[in-house]
Nanobody, 116 residues
């Protein structure tokens, strides 16, 4: 059974920082990409950042220069360092894991609230 578990969400003031973590376990096979998506109230889920097994990254324009994605391949873990947070970053953040065999897995999400 595959598990994808996020952690690190919470309440932070505008301008603050948070670090999200996501660990994948189980019979996933070799992982290709690990990434973060987010969904704000009444909005569609959107890509935040993704990283390949080789370390290539892609970011949404809205987070470039503020968020940093990184990955520990040995631990099947991905991180999202979020700095200079804005109220519009408030959302449920979901971890996505995609294997080379095309299997696709989602975590249950972690809530990030940016508010004073």
């Amino acid at each position: 059974q595959v598990q994808v578990v996020e952690s690190g969400g919470g309440l932070v003031q505008p301008g603050g920082s948070l670090r999200l973590s996501c660990a994948a376990s189980g019979s996933i096979g070799q992982i290709y990409t690990m990434g973060w998506y987010r969904q704000a109230p009444e909005k569609q889920r959107e890509l935040v950042a993704v990283i390949t097994s080789g370390g290539s990254t892609n970011y949404a324009d809205s987070v470039k220069g503020r968020f940093t994605i990184s990955r520990d391949n040995a631990k099947n873990t991905v991180y999202l360092q979020m700095d200079r947070l804005k109220p519009e970053d408030t959302a449920v953040y979901y971890c996505n894991v995609r294997a080379y065999n095309a299997s696709n897995y989602w975590g249950k999400g972690t809530l990030v609230t940016v508010s004073s």
